[in-house]
């Protein structure tokens, strides 16, 4: 005889198990504590199974049924329903085992050890800000490019081209690296090429005429603020690094007996050990300054900061009141100007850029190229400090290795 709501409803507890049968093989237990559950008996391939229907009242006796049925129509195509639930919850572990985040922070653990604290600090954020409320539950071998392009159209909508761009990218690395690892077959950032919005290509503001330049190293010899901002301001042109690179100097770093400075692989944004070949106008300025902060850390210790470096800012503040203004010059500006200048003035372009640190694109090569075009970057760097000099001393240089005018 087939339950009714009204049966189960006035059914109790007995002190043990009982079993309130239903029609096709849906019964209801019940135990010795009034818990209600759902059951479905059934055989399949020669063997009684039992099949967990849900939990009185949450499912109703009319939902029972419905399940029930689905269960019977299954058994009716030959597939043992017990074994398609089972197989149904694996899949929706796995999809959530190979979601867009998790595989994103997977890629993220792995390769994130080798990049610089700030570098890594910023791609996790964007991520988490920008990609994963979004995509990060998707599971990654099903996102397209119209679902991805959407996501990072957010990021446009607020005005932050080269964010989503940037987002683009280290999605893309995501992307490859599920393909590399067999849980996606392709990478769809590659059919959004052209989709977003173009970034304007951005100059670090710099000064370049040979003149302007004089001006400048006057300008900077004639600092009257911090001793330690004034030493870096003065060797900022004569090392010409990125300006986090110079800011963050550790005095472990320096020969200055052997006039060199090797800055390590983890602070480099090509993340390989770069030298540095210090003019003899460089090692006067930190032999003089290390009577000041040669006990520290840092060669440059923030004012207000104990045992940090000193703040991003400080070098374009001073800058700023030397009267030059932040579409004039930059800190890192002097990278431009050693540039430009050294172009002109005849010196190998290769030595140049090697010591500019410019990430090498041939990976193999880059791990042996820290020390190349060393001798010549050698006689590079003391010239470009003379030369400064000169100028410095209103002296008119002409092209062509720094030949000066007679007279």
């Known amino acids: 005889m087939a339950l009714s709501d009204t049966a189960i409803r006035n059914a109790k507890p007995a002190g043990r198990l009982i079993k309130l049968f239903d029609e096709r093989g849906l019964f209801l237990l019940i135990s010795s504590a009034g818990g209600k559950w759902w059951r479905f008996r059934y055989r399949f391939g020669g063997k009684h199974k039992t099949l967990s229907m849900g939990v009185y009242p949450d499912v109703s006796l009319r939902d029972a049924r419905e399940r029930r049925d689905t269960a019977r129509k299954l058994l009716a195509n030959d597939v043992d329903p017990g074994e398609q639930r089972k197989a149904v919850k694996a899949a929706k572990t796995e999809r959530a085992g190979n979601s867009f985040e998790v595989i994103g922070r997977e890629w993220f653990a792995k390769y994130s050890p080798n990049w610089a604290a700030g570098h ?15 995509l990060g539950g998707r599971p990654i071998a099903e996102i397209a490019a119209p679902e991805l392009l959407a996501t990072l159209r957010r990021i446009e909508s607020r005005g932050a081209i080269e964010t989503a761009h940037r987002a683009q990218q280290n999605c893309s690395r995501v992307f490859r690296y599920a393909v590399a690892t067999g849980r ?43 001793f330690i901002t004034k030493c870096a301001l003065r060797l900022a042109p004569l090392v010409f690094v990125r300006p986090g690179e110079l800011r963050k100097a550790e005095w472990v770093e320096f020969d200055l007996d052997g ?56 070098v374009n503040a001073a800058l700023r009141r030397l009267g030059y203004a932040k579409d004039e010059m930059t800190g890192h500006g002097f990278r431009s100007m050693a540039s430009t200048l050294l172009n002109e003035q005849g010196w190998h372009r290769d030595a140049i850029e090697r010591q500019l640190a410019h990430a090498e694109r041939n990976n193999v090569r880059a791990a042996y190229n820290f020390a190349e075009h060393l001798p010549e970057r050698r006689k590079m760097m003391q010239a470009w400090a003379d030369y400064l000099d000169k100028l410095a001393l209103g002296a008119k240089v002409l092209p062509g290795r720094f030949r000066k005018v007679a007279g």
């Open 184 to 226: 996606a077959n392709r990478d769809p950032t590659a059919d959004l090429r052209g989709a977003l919005t173009p970034v304007k290509e951005r100059h670090h503001a710099s000064i370049t005429d040979p003149k302007r330049v004089g001006e400048l190293m006057r300008a900077i010899d004639g600092y009257r603020g911090s």
């Open 259 to 314: 006039a060199e400075w090797r800055i390590p692989a983890a602070r480099m944004k090509a993340r390989e050990q770069h030298i540095v070949p210090l003019a003899k106008q460089a090692v006067a300025i930190l032999r003089e300054l290390h009577g000041l902060t040669g006990e520290k850390e840092h060669v440059f210790p923030g004012v207000r900061t104990n045992g940090r470096a000193m703040s991003e800012n400080t």
């Open 120 to 134: 890594s600090d910023k791609i996790i954020r964007r991520l988490e800000r920008d990609i994963f409320p979004w």
